[in-house]
T-cell receptor, first 116, second 116 residues
Framework: AQSVTQLDSHVSVSEGTPVLLRCNYS??????LFWYVQHPNKGLQLLLK??????LVKGINGFEAEFKKSETSFHLTKPSAHMSDAAEYFC??????????????FGTGTRLLVSP | NAGVTQTPKFRVLKTGQSMTLLCAQD?????MYWYRQDPGMGLRLIHY???????AKGEVPDGYNVSRLKKQNFLLGLESAAPSQTSVYFC???????????????FGPGTRLTVT
């Protein structure tokens, strides 16, 4: 079965410093991977997705992630944090069902705190 | 283009009461989903639908029922609410992308339900 592990439940950074949110995945086939962001009291918004094209994926708001098959990782990075980046981030892997339906499996989330 | 909308935004129920959550999407998506989000557990799939008139169970379906009578609407029902169903409920929708390994789900803003 497919799964994701987000290695940090909370990450704190200062504004202007780099962001690294870590995600490892487990998949029996070449997966699709996503990062979603959830701002307080809001729904989830797609940041970026990996679909077996380029291993370095660029997303919205300056975020990017690199798919590393050898390390089964899909870490999310941003060179310089902004106060508006404070939110919860979810790493997600796709999981095919016997019916052909593709289900999303969510990590438990990483809360990013940004201080001035 | 409103995307995915959910009503109501908040609700408080007493144990044993029933209610229906409504999800609507205006993107002509085939697939629709209901998730619940609990602290430290990410999002878990309750039920989903791959087209009008079809529904299927996700990973946590007990205590919930769903209906998809119209393509644009997906209803989630609680027949006899329990405190364990206190959660934030998210609806999502997506295209069906046959022969691909990726698709994006679009999320509504959520319904915060408290059962006392």
């Amino acid at each position: 079965a497919q799964s994701v592990t987000q290695l940090d439940s909370h990450v704190s950074v200062s504004e202007g410093t780099p962001v690294l949110l870590r995600c490892n995945y487990s998949s029996s086939y070449s997966p699709s991977l996503f990062w979603y962001v959830q701002h307080p009291n809001k729904g989830l918004q797609l940041l970026l997705k990996y679909t077996s094209a380029a291993t370095l994926v660029k997303g919205i708001n300056g975020f990017e992630a690199e798919f590393k098959k050898s390390e089964t990782s899909f870490h999310l990075t941003k060179p310089s944090a902004h106060m508006s980046d404070a939110a919860e981030y979810f790493c997600v892997v796709s999981s095919y069902q016997d019916t052909g339906f593709q289900k999303l499996v969510f990590g438990t989330g990483t809360r990013l705190l940004v201080s001035p | 283009n409103a995307g995915v909308t959910q009503t109501p935004k908040f609700r408080v129920l007493k144990t044993g009461q029933s209610m229906t959550l409504l999800c609507a999407q205006d993107m002509n998506h085939e697939y629709m989903y209901w998730y619940r989000q609990d602290p430290g557990m990410g999002l878990r799939l309750i039920h989903y639908s791959v087209g009008e008139g079809t529904t299927a169970k996700g990973e946590v379906p007990d205590g919930y029922n769903v209906s998809r009578l119209k393509k644009q609407n997906f209803l989630l029902g609680l027949e006899s609410a329990a405190p364990s169903q206190t959660s934030v409920y998210f609806c999502a929708s997506s295209y069906s992308e046959e022969f691909t390994y990726s698709y994006e789900q679009y999320f509504g803003p959520g319904t915060r339900l408290t059962v006392t």
